[in-house]
């Protein structure tokens, strides 16, 4: 049984990799561009996904509070994403509302 000391000792007991398993040393010969499976899109014809903001940062983006975008959520003025409980906006429906009120005035 080793113990601490044996393991520490030098540095030629911690560059011996006869003492490392085959299985360890397997996993850091892993190429890792094969690791990964392939993408689901074409490469040439990549889907765009609009970025999603937090409430937080929509009213950043229109410098108003977050309650203001909450009730123009509630409203329908703006169109949501939720993923589970949480709610984001695309970047597309900022600019969408912005468009709209600067139309309307």
Known sequence: MQTDANIVEGSAASADMS?????AL????VDPAQSHPPP???VANP???APLMTVSDAAAVLRVSTKTI???IAKADLQVVRVGRSVRLRQEEINRY?????KQQ
């Open 19 to 23: 003492k490392i398993p085959s299985r």
């Open 26 to 29: 397997d996993r850091e010969r």
């Open 40 to 42: 689901l899109t074409d």
């Open 47 to 49: 889907i765009r996904i």
């Open 70 to 72: 909450r009730r123009l």
């Open 98 to 102: 912005i468009s709209k009120s600067v």
